[in-house]
């Protein structure tokens, strides 16, 4: 089958096979956005006197025959097709002739996959924004069930002071608050129309680009066409950190539980059924899933160094490096999502030990609170700490483990309240209704 550009010469077979890569596998996940932005631009062209009504029509029509198709899972990109793009110019030309032709006026490949990664992009910060505050609703219900069992706190893997698991919780609930902030600046850059700006330079079609941003639900267009084309890898770029961002916080939860898990801790114990044993020890429970969790977050973490390093040496202008990034970056939402939805199944079946601090070798962790009810009884803190410390010194410490804290985000006061009234805020500025409102209307 021809390809949208090929002029009389065909093509190297080796050749087409190594630029096309794994566009057609990655491109169905864009399908039903390229799609939408296919019957936004129709209707638009209609609009500036490019196409007839009729023409807009049957278009439109055959248009939401395979979004249809794609929904059900039946779209395929044939033999021969290089892309998605070059797929439904084909189908609608099979289907209308002349008039399916007409649908690639005023655009360019580039500023179509350009909108293409753009609306499945902010679908998929959607998905995301929703599991991880799924996530943090489990964080915040565990952190105030177990708000009075005290733990351990840690500096240099020392014992240091007091914690409790109702702070482990909460620790992370607002660390997955502050990535979700993350995600909104990402889903801002995201949300700007770059359709119009054809291969980077505009049209000189009399197009209507604000029409296009208001029907497919955009904040605003990407106003100058040249960094309209700028924008691909480093839309990616940006969302990718925020994606890292959430990574960062799952890792750092795995391997605190895969550490308070192992027997010489002994903090939490994960329900059999989440664990997988050994082919030669018995005894083995391992916490195979927060290990995997772990591995797979740190691999999400290098995504924005992989998208630097493919785009940090390309002038303005479009080249087919861009291309690559499509390998990197489209996965990475399945894999984030499979991590923080089984992050979340383990700690909502987590098991706490609420007697960790009857344990002698924990008693140390009292001493700062001694030296500081010496120093609230009139002693100078500095010969308080020398008090206490000699105490140590000496074996003669006697722990007092009655706290009583009301610092702000501390044991007696976690703040969890303010914490969600902080996420709560950041998800109201999510327009995700309006997006909805407008995919809706362009298919129905």
């Known amino acids: 089958m021809a390809k949208l550009w090929e002029k009389d010469l065909p093509l190297n077979k080796k050749i087409e096979s190594f630029t096309i890569g794994k566009d057609?596998?990655?491109?169905?996940?864009?399908?039903?956005y390229d799609v939408l932005g296919s019957i936004a631009h129709a209707r638009m062209l209609n609009e500036v006197g490019l196409l007839t009504i009729e023409e807009t029509e049957l278009l439109i029509s055959e248009l939401?025959?395979?979004?249809?198709?794609?929904?059900?899972?039946?779209?395929?990109?044939?033999?021969?097709v290089e892309d998605v793009h070059s797929e439904v110019e084909f189908l609608l030309t099979d289907a209308l002739g002349d008039t399916g032709k007409?649908?690639?006026?005023?655009?360019?490949?580039?500023?179509?996959?350009?909108?293409?990664?753009?609306?499945?992009?902010?679908?998929?910060?959607?998905?995301?924004?929703?599991a991880v505050s799924a996530l943090f609703e489990v964080c915040q219900t565990q952190s105030e069930?177990?708000?009075?069992?005290?733990?351990?706190?840690?500096?240099?893997?020392?014992?240091?002071?007091?914690?409790?698991?109702?702070?482990?919780?909460?620790a992370y609930a607002e660390s997955l608050a502050d990535d979700l902030q993350m995600l909104l600046a990402a889903?801002?850059?995201?949300?700007?129309?770059?359709?119009?700006?054809?291969?980077?330079?505009?049209?000189?079609?009399?197009?209507?680009?604000?029409?296009t941003t208001e029907l497919l639900g955009f904040d605003s267009m990407n106003f100058n066409v040249v960094y309209a084309q700028m924008g691909r890898g480093k839309m990616e770029r940006t969302v990718s950190t925020a994606l890292a961002g959430v990574a960062a916080t799952l890792s750092k939860l795995?391997?605190?539980?895969?550490?308070?898990?192992?027997?010489?801790?002994?903090?939490?114990?994960?329900?059999?059924?989440?664990?997988?044993?050994?082919?030669?020890?018995?005894?083995k429970k391992n916490p195979d899933v927060f290990e995997l969790i772990r591995a797979k977050c740190n691999k999400i973490q290098s995504l924005p160094q992989q998208i630097l390093l493919i785009t940090n040496n390309l002038p303005s202008g479009y080249f087919r490096d861009l291309q690559i990034i499509k390998e990197v970056f489209i996965p990475s939402f399945d894999e984030l999502a499979d991590c923080i939805e089984m992050t979340k199944l383990m700690l909502e079946k987590i098991e706490v030990?609420?007697?960790?601090?009857?344990?002698?070798?924990?008693?140390?962790?009292?001493?700062?609170?001694?030296?500081?009810?010496?120093?609230?009884?009139?002693?100078?803190?500095?010969?308080?700490?020398?008090?206490?410390?000699?105490?140590?010194?000496?074996?003669?410490?006697?722990?007092?483990?009655?706290l009583h804290h009301t610092l702000e985000g501390s044991i007696g006061n976690l703040c969890n309240d303010r914490i969600k009234a902080y996420q709560e805020a950041i998800l109201a500025q999510f327009n995700f209704e309006k997006v909805h409102q407008a995919e809706k209307a362009l298919i129905e």
């Open 102 to 130: 007409k649908i690639h006026s005023g655009r360019s490949r580039n500023d179509q996959i350009l909108l293409d990664l753009k609306l499945f992009t902010r679908a998929e910060i959607e998905k995301t924004v929703r």
């Open 353 to 402: 030990n609420v007697h960790i601090l009857d344990d002698p070798r924990y008693d140390y962790l009292f001493s700062v609170e001694e030296v500081n009810q010496l120093s609230t009884d009139g002693m100078p803190f500095r010969d308080a700490y020398k008090k206490v410390a000699a105490e140590i010194q000496h074996n003669t410490f006697h722990p007092q483990k009655n």
């Open 145 to 170: 069930r177990y708000k009075d069992v005290l733990m351990p706190g840690y500096t240099h893997l020392q014992i240091a002071m007091p914690s409790s698991f109702g702070l482990w919780f909460g």
């Open 24 to 32: 057609k596998e990655l491109d169905l996940y864009l399908a039903k």
């Open 64 to 80: 939401k025959k395979i979004y249809r198709s794609v929904e059900n899972g039946e779209f395929r990109i044939e033999e021969g």
């Open 254 to 283: 795995a391997f605190d539980a895969c550490l308070y898990n192992s027997q010489n801790f002994g903090f939490i114990k994960l329900p059999d059924e989440f664990t997988t044993g050994s082919s030669i020890m018995p005894h």
């Open 187 to 211: 889903w801002k850059i995201t949300n700007r129309n770059p359709l119009g700006s054809a291969a980077g330079y505009g049209s000189s079609f009399p197009l209507n680009r604000q029409m």
